[in-house]
């Protein structure tokens, strides 16, 4: 099995000190072999690169670099009768529970947009629009429970005790971020010489309001509990 991951942070989601630190300018994309993050047997080529850009979508959000973000009460998710829908909601509310964030629910109106997305086949992320982003791919029967796990293995590498961005964290910083309140997930059957050079799964998930402001680690990602 092949995987690829990657992960859009928006420019206008990070305070401007972020250029001034000189996180990342460009995306940048590192090939590595490495073990499947889903657990396959066989290796797997993976690409992560999860980065700031300047170029990239700009988010209309705008947040104090210091300020907390409140956390309502836990609330429990009602089933939207889709089940793939559910499926996306269940397991990324499995995954916030595990760090103190509370459920997010479907954004049934960012899904059109992000499936018209995923349909393209292209591995980049896209331009516009006030979410962020978190990309993957794989080969063989990869769907949304391979995503969300891929890009929650990256916790055991998110420092706590100097919470910032980071490249090797960000798509686990997305998914658990407590800011965040809903989620719209894609899945598209992208034919070989697009993403891989065999047939692939791509999926694409957003979220609202977008995660990894700059300044605001602290308050929104959370410890295993």
């Known amino acids: 099995m092949q995987i690829l991951s990657l992960l859009f942070v928006s420019a206008l989601a990070l305070s401007s000190s972020a250029f001034q630190h000189g996180i990342g300018k460009n995306r940048c994309q590192s090939m590595v072999k490495a073990s499947s993050v889903n657990a396959a047997t066989t290796p797997a080529t993976t690409a992560v690169a999860p980065t700031v850009t300047q170029s990239a979508r700009q ?104 919470p910032d961005f980071s490249s090797a964290t960000g798509h686990f910083t997305q998914v658990v971020w407590k800011g965040t309140t809903q989620v719209a997930c894609a899945v598209a059957s992208c034919p070989a010489g697009t993403i891989f050079s065999q047939a692939s799964q791509y999926v694409v998930c957003r979220y609202t309001p977008p995660g990894n402001f700059l300044g605001q680690f602290a308050a929104n990602v959370g410890r295993p509990v």
Not at 60 to 89: E, H, I
């Open 59 to 162: 988010s209309m959000v705008k947040v104090s670099s210091t300020s907390a973000v409140p956390t309502p009460a836990p609330t429990a998710v009602a089933p939207t009768g889709d089940a793939f829908a559910d499926q996306v909601v269940a397991q990324h509310n499995a995954a916030r529970a595990k760090y103190g964030a509370n459920p997010i629910t479907w954004n049934a109106a960012l899904y059109s947009a992000t499936q018209a997305y995923a349909n393209q086949c292209k591995f980049q992320h896209s331009s516009g629009g006030n979410y962020g982003e978190n990309l993957a791919a794989g080969t063989g029967k990869y769907g949304i429970v391979d995503a969300v796990n891929g890009w929650m293995s990256e916790a055991s590498a998110y420092d706590y005790n100097k």
